[in-house]
């Protein structure tokens, strides 16, 4: 890949200009003590909705606008697709996933070709309430027991990846699901990508609220489970999108 870097890291972004204006000098501060090559793309909404761009050039972020739409698949799609990263990392812009923890991330990175920041495994941790944790936890046995995943948190979208795989990948899923059919097309399709899970505190978002609409949430991942059983798991573009879920606000953290 032309001016291929070692890491790119991905922040989708919708509303999060308070939260980038204190994540990204933690992000930046953080990414120059690996001593590698990177990149940060922030992928926001199509229009801008907020000053996040003037955020990302005062930062020296790459501000990616994502396409077609609006829809969280939409913003992961977008970023993969500019990403020029041997290793591509995935967190959210809202602050719950702090970019101290992408060194601990990088550090595991040759152990495994999926490095997962896991509120589940052994030593993981999260600040969402009771319900949350109950409904997160039923919902991430099910997907691991359905789709034959080894891994506790499939939900979480603070993940390092392997760029090539990546980006080979045809991904459909419109929303949040999305980040469970990366890793179930990785692990189950020809790449045969291999996890390995890092005990991972989970902080709540620092401002804002969350885009997650819990009934529509809820039901687009039960749907979810159905719909990657049927997916084809070689590397040729599916016939059809999958059938869309009900529509929610796009973005604030997918990590159920």
């Known amino acids: 890949m032309p001016d291929a870097v070692e ?33 940060a793309i922030v992928v926001d909404t199509v229009a801008p909705l907020d000053k996040t761009r003037d955020v990302c050039l005062a930062h020296g972020c790459v501000y990616l606008p994502r396409a077609p739409g609006n829809d969280f698949g939409d913003a992961v799609r ?13 967190m959210d812009a809202d602050g719950s996933h702090p970019p101290e923890f992408i ?7 040759d152990e495994a070709d999926v490095i997962v920041a896991s509120r589940y495994t052994a030593g993981g941790v999260t600040e969402n309430s009771l319900p949350l944790v109950l409904m997160s936890r039923l919902l991430n046995v099910s997907y691991a027991w359905v789709l034959g ?9 603070f993940k390092l990846y392997p760029g090539a795989a990546l980006r080979r990948l045809h991904l459909v899923c419109r929303h949040f699901d999305i980040v469970e059919e990366i890793l179930y097309k990785l692990v189950r399709g020809p790449a045969r990508a291999r996890i390995r899970e890092i005990p991972f ?17 809820v039901a687009s991942y039960a749907a979810t489970i159905v719909r990657l059983r049927r997916m084809p798991l070689d590397d ?14 796009s973005d604030g953290g997918p990590d159920a």
């Open 103 to 109: 060194a601990d991330l990088w550090r595991h990175r």
């Open 7 to 39: 890491l790119s890291v991905v922040l989708p972004a919708y509303l999060e200009e308070e939260n980038l204006r204190l994540l990204l000098p933690r992000l930046a501060a953080t990414l120059a003590t690996l001593d590698v090559s990177w990149e």
């Open 201 to 217: 505190a989970f902080k709540k978002r620092l401002f804002g609220d969350t885009k997650r609409n819990l009934l529509v949430f």
């Open 149 to 157: 995943l080894p891994c506790r948190d499939v939900s979480n979208s």
């Open 236 to 249: 040729a573009p599916p016939a059809a999108p999958a059938a869309a879920a009900p529509r929610s606000p």
């Open 78 to 90: 977008s970023g993969i697709a500019a990403s020029r990263g041997r290793r591509v990392l995935f």
